[in-house]
């Protein structure tokens, strides 16, 4: 493996004045660093970490704090931070936690810009660690200064030369940036790196992450230009919402690759204990990792290995892998460890297969994996390649050799450099044997082909860049609500009412039932019951058989006291059944616990019984379940864990990782089932739990679901207790759609409109608004000339239409047209939030109809709101000195305007 930039130095501009303007530059690229806690004791960790900075080559002044001694190790001691005679870029600190929480305060009020806890002691020790973290952090943020830490090794930044750490040696500079919580593991991989000749941009252990986290870290190098590929180890996932937002905004672009620890019962409970934070579920871990593109793999090897095919090679549109190989075995062991992953070995085109046969002996394989037999000459996998990379039933191709006596390993790497740039599909190979085959690795990696030691590693990793790929796929498949979730709030408010007035937390499924139909969440029809005559009536008008079921306020699961009587076909039946279940409730649990029984018809049409339901994970708030139903759902645990809010296309991802789904689709002559009707089902749950935050807790179990008929047959909600403030209550991994932001208004001349954020959906519509817009209304936005065919390239407008809600809100102006029905969009402004400050920048246009009618104001005016919603600082713009109009609506909103000799832009800012 060898992820070494070819020429270091070259090309590594950290990148837009934006990267210098990063509140952890200073970490990476400090010009004054001061080590608090320097010490000559040997061992020590403020003695190596002072050594490993003054031996370093970052160029910066080094200034040790001791108020023991007047200088350490030759240099010029301080007594405290407000001694040293420069400001301090970054403060290193390794003294007892005890006195941390006063050295921050010391360096806060100095100004330091960053610092570096090297000090272990705080919230993994327990509460009293943890009140030391809260004193921490609150006199750190009273100066606005970044923390990395505490309990970690430091940070590294090789390609600055900084080595602001306790480890013993400099990592190699390349383009790989690692982050870690463990700073034992970082040590250990450090040392692999040498052997392994992997570089990094960035070297970065993050400790408990008391203030800078995973998602500052993802930020911050998906800015620089340095780095090419992110990978993390992980333990714990912090500000989920922060890290899924940034790994989103960052992954399109480079890929983040993650190991995270924890994936037994056991193994997660250790590494909470490490970092001392709450352990949540590993399968919904996995599912935030899918809905932000990171991809999860499941060794240290693999980690890097995937940085280094992800950052060289295109990502494969699909799981079909061709494999060219010298001998047969390697290629049956890439095939066999392609598809026990979930790939499949592409099928040869006959024309393929045609042109083969002209290249290769009459004893090959003739099919795939494509044995070209154990005489190969360079020519004739030249040939064989270029034949197979252009089949169009393939998605990736993997080249296999074994040094055999007539093979030249260097030689075919030499006619394999041009395939390197293979468009549109990942070349891998895998060079098998010791010093024979390292000439060729060289020339491999100097062409951006991947190399792996063996075949199934190499098919390994084809299968983790598709994986990767199709996660990628559906990253700006944003949910979004139906209009009317105002009245939905207020009938399940109303519903969840009696319970709270009694002080239960647990609804009835009569109650249950209700509230999902809220939502329109179909519901067998049940009518409530309190004694043996009402069930007897209820079960005639209803039409038999029936089913009797217990109705109490207390017991979930009512199979066990009795509480389920199925198959009832006459009032006989009905009335011994009531007897029989209330004589069972009352022995088996105490007649407190019956309030009475629902009565519902059996279901008639066959089906499949499904589960639907949402928990709350400690680490990602509010999941949801899907999967096979029924009594057996705890023993078959075939099930797909998902993040809401949904849209179809997550909703039918989720399904399709379930085993259920491929009876779903029809087996055995029963008809497929109402999938697209199941899919939209699903969305309107996932809306429901992300609405309904003081929800808990919700089972459907069993769904029935066949293909003219989808039922909830039974339910249970659970409320989160009612001391639980709002604040209090679990937060969304995800920003759902903001609709509070959505209200209608009518334009001067009378034109009404609704104006509210941009939707996925409205793609389409941007397309039709940039169609007439005359070339000053493109230059006045784009400040520059621009072709409508790069206006509404679909890259471009997906990451318009395709938000993360937390990083930008885009209104749109939407016309309807009462004629025909016919939607346009006349305006759209944007406000794009500033990475790591507490300030935006907006952007507006409006379509040259409809220019002069007072939308852009109240564009702007909405803007300026939803700024201070979101508790933003300030908002600016750069305007062109031409663009008046947009000059004087900046005014009357109370924006300052200002314009320097060196900058023909006009500032224009807002204080908020």
């Known amino acids: 493996m060898n992820i070494i930039p070819d020429s270091p ?479 939905e709030a207020v009938c399940v408010e109303n519903v969840a009412e009696n319970a709270r007035k009694a002080g239960r937390t647990l609804l009835t499924e009569f109650e249950s039932k209700q509230f999902l139909a809220c939502y329109g969440i179909p519901c067998v029809e049940t009518r409530l019951v309190h004694d043996e005559a009402e069930a007897a009536e209820a079960a005639g008008e209803l039409g038999y058989p029936v089913v009797l079921k217990l109705n109490s306020e207390t017991l979930t699961h009512k199979s066990d006291v009795g509480g389920v009587q199925l198959d009832l076909w006459d009032a006989a039946a009905v009335r011994k059944a009531y007897y029989l279940m209330e004589n069972s409730v009352r022995n088996k649990a105490g007649s407190e616990h019956f309030q009475g029984a629902t009565v519902q018809p059996m279901a008639k049409t066959p089906g499949y019984e499904v589960i639907l339901g949402s928990s709350v994970d400690p680490q990602l708030g509010p999941i949801l379940l899907f999967g096979a139903g029924g009594k057996l759902v705890e023993i078959f645990r075939d099930r797909a864990l998902g993040l809401p809010p949904l849209n179809t296309t997550l909703a039918r991802r989720m399904m399709e990782r379930t085993q259920i789904y491929k009876a779903l689709k029809g087996t055995r002559g029963q008809k497929a089932a109402d999938l697209p009707g199941l899919e939209r089902l699903l969305v309107k749950f996932s809306q429901l739990v992300a609405e309904q935050r003081w929800v808990k807790e919700i089972d459907i179990n069993p769904l029935l679901v066949s293909a003219d008929r989808i039922v909830a047959l039974d339910a249970r909600v659970a409320l989160h207790d009612a001391s639980v403030t709002e604040d209090l209550l679990p937060r969304l991994a995800v920003r759902p759609y903001p609709s509070q932001y959505q209200s209608s208004w009518t334009t001067r001349d009378g034109i009404p409109v609704s104006i509210r954020p941009i939707r996925p959906d409205d793609e389409p519509l941007i397309v039709k608004f940039h169609e007439p817009l005359s070339e000053r209304s493109v230059y006045f936005y784009f400040f520059h000339p621009m072709k409508l065919s790069q206006r509404t390239a679909h890259e471009r407008l997906a990451r318009i239409c395709f938000l993360d809600y937390d990083r930008q809100i885009s209104l749109v102006a939407v016309h309807t047209d009462p004629r025909d029905g016919e939607r346009r969009i006349l305006g759209v402004g944007r406000l794009i939030r500033l990475r790591a400050r507490n300030e935006a920048e907006f952007a507006l246009i409006v379509g040259d109809d409809h220019q002069r009618q007072g939308l852009g104001t109240e564009l702007l005016r909405r803007l300026i709101a939803i700024g201070r919603e979101e508790k933003l600082a300030r908002i600016i713009a750069d305007i062109l000195p031409d663009n008046r109009p947009m000059q004087r609506v900046c005014e009357k909103l109370g924006f300052r305007l200002r314009r320097s000799a060196d900058d023909p832009m006009i500032k224009a800012c807002i204080d908020l």
């Open 9 to 487: 130095g070259a090309n590594f501009s950290p990148g837009p004045l934006e990267f210098y303007n990063q509140p952890l530059y200073p970490m990476f690229a400090p010009r004054t660093v001061a080590v608090i806690g320097a010490t000559e004791r040997p061992n020590s960790i403020g003695r190596t970490v002072l050594w490993n900075l003054i031996s370093s080559s970052f160029g910066g002044t080094v200034f040790p704090i001791n108020p023991s001694r007047p200088n350490v190790m030759g240099i010029k001691a301080y007594p405290n931070i407000a001694a040293a005679p420069e400001p301090i870029d970054l403060a290193v600190v390794a003294t007892p936690a005890e006195t941390v929480p006063g050295v921050v305060g010391e360096c806060a009020a100095a100004g330091v810009k960053g610092a570096i806890v090297i000090s272990a002691g705080f919230k993994e020790t327990g509460a009293q660690g943890a009140e030391l973290e809260k004193k921490v952090l609150e006199r750190a943020r009273s100066a606005r200064m970044r923390i990395i830490g505490p309990n970690c090794l430091g940070v590294m930044s090789p390609l600055t030369g900084l080595n602001a750490t306790f480890a013993r040696r400099m990592a190699l500079p390349g383009n790989v940036g690692f982050l870690s919580q463990s700073g034992a593991l970082c040590t250990a991989i450090l040392d692999w790196s040498f052997r392994a000749n992997v570089g990094f941009s960035a070297f970065v252990s993050i400790g408990s992450m008391l203030d800078v986290g995973w998602g500052d870290l993802i930020d911050f190098l998906g800015d620089d230009r340095r780095t090419e590929s992110i990978v993390i180890y992980m333990e714990t996932i912090g500000d989920a919402r922060a890290f899924l937002s940034a790994a989103r905004e960052v992954a399109l672009s480079k890929p983040i690759i993650v190991i995270k620890a924890g994936r037994t019962e056991k193994a997660a409970k250790a590494a909470a204990s490490h970092t001392g934070s709450l352990a949540g579920s590993d399968e919904a871990l996995d599912a935030a990792f899918r809905r932000c593109g990171v991809l999860r793999v499941e060794s240290i090897d693999e980690l890097f290995y995937m940085a280094q095919a992800l950052s060289k090679q295109p990502r494969p549109k699909g799981p079909r892998l061709a494999v060219l190989t010298n001998a047969g075995g390697p290629g049956v062991i890439a095939a066999d460890a392609l598809i026990h992953a979930g790939g499949e070995l592409a099928r040869l085109s006959e024309q393929t297969l045609k042109e083969l046969d002209g290249i290769l002996p009459p004893s090959w394989s003739r099919g795939n994996p494509v044995d070209i037999l154990g005489d190969a000459s360079p020519q004739r996998y030249a040939q064989a390649l270029r034949a197979v990379a252009k089949e169009p039933n393939a998605d990736g191709l993997l080249v296999i050799l074994t040094p055999q006596a007539v093979t030249d390993p260097t030689q075919t790497a030499e006619y394999l450099k041009p395939f390197g740039a293979t468009e549109g599909k990942p070349v891998l190979a895998s060079w098998m044997g010791g010093a024979d085959v390292l000439p060729g690795l060289s020339i491999l990696h100097s062409a951006n082909i991947p190399t792996f030691p063996y075949p199934d590693l190499a098919a390994r990793a084809f299968n983790y860049m598709w994986r990767y790929s199709f996660n990628l796929s559906a990253l700006y498949e944003t949910p979004m609500f139906p209009a009317d979730s105002e009245q």
